[in-house]
């Protein structure tokens, strides 16, 4: 079956020590989003790739980076997390003017 | 700014009753998308159902409608015939961008249907 697949679903970091987060997608969509939901919160918009072109959200932290090397992968980079960048990150792509396809989540904690 | 208002923090009802849960949006855009999103406790997130700004007619998927007044920036949807697996949060959302933005969801609503 077509999907949005992330890995790993939790991940466990320390303080400081960098993350990487990974979306991967059968769908051949070419828009991919990443967006962080923090408990008993919407999700709120990190970045996306239209194609090749990334689109920053303004008040998305320089802590968090993003790299899509072709059509099926994505992924999210925390360079130094925090006690505040504990969540749940949501991998979601679409194309043009249709609905997002959200995969599972990866759940990070941070210690 | 985008903006998307759910007022009900929490609603309960009874399985096999109606329910229905608002959403209202602010937006200068003429076109725009708006969706409903169901998230269970797996918080996997899983569309419900979907409205193009642009098409006067509510869009309907089985148990699940939608009534949307463009003029008052209104998206309620309404769940029919509830069933024990409907429990869940439910976001609306909107985007704009010809469809390439990103989501702007509204805080959501925890439905709880209850046996």
């Known amino acids: 079956d077509a999907m949005v697949i992330q890995n790993p679903r939790y991940q466990v970091t320390q303080f400081g020590k960098p993350v990487t987060l990974s979306c991967s997608q059968t769908?051949?969509?070419?828009?991919m989003y990443w967006y962080q939901q923090k408990s008993s919160q919407a999700p709120k918009l990190l970045f996306h790739y239209y194609d090749k072109d990334f689109n920053n959200e303004a008040d998305t932290p320089d802590n968090f980076q993003s790299r899509r090397p072709n059509t099926s992968f994505c992924f999210l980079d925390i360079r130094s997390p925090g006690l505040g960048d504990a969540a749940m990150y949501l991998c979601?792509?679409?194309?043009?003017?249709?609905?997002?396809?959200f995969g599972p989540g990866t759940r990070l904690t941070v210690l | 700014a985008q903006t998307v208002t759910q007022s009900q923090p929490e609603m309960s009802v009874q399985e096999a009753e109606t329910v229905t849960l608002s959403c209202t949006y602010d937006?200068?855009?003429?076109?725009?998308?708006l969706f409903w999103y169901k998230q269970p406790p797996s918080r996997q997130m899983i569309l419900v159902i979907r409205q193009e700004a642009y098409k006067q007619q509510n869009a309907t998927e089985n148990r699940f409608s939608v009534n949307f007044q463009k003029a008052a920036k209104s998206f309620s949807l309404k769940i029919s015939d509830s069933q024990l697996g409907d429990t869940a949060m439910y976001f609306c959302?909107?985007?704009?961008?010809?469809?390439?933005?990103?989501?702007?969801f509204g805080k959501g609503t925890h439905l709880i249907i209850q046996p």
């Open positions: 937006t200068s855009e003429s076109n725009y998308y």
């Open positions: 769908l051949n969509h070419n828009v």
């Open positions: 959302a909107f985007t704009t961008g010809g469809g390439a933005d990103g989501l702007t």
């Open positions: 979601a792509t679409s194309r043009v003017g249709y609905e997002q396809f």
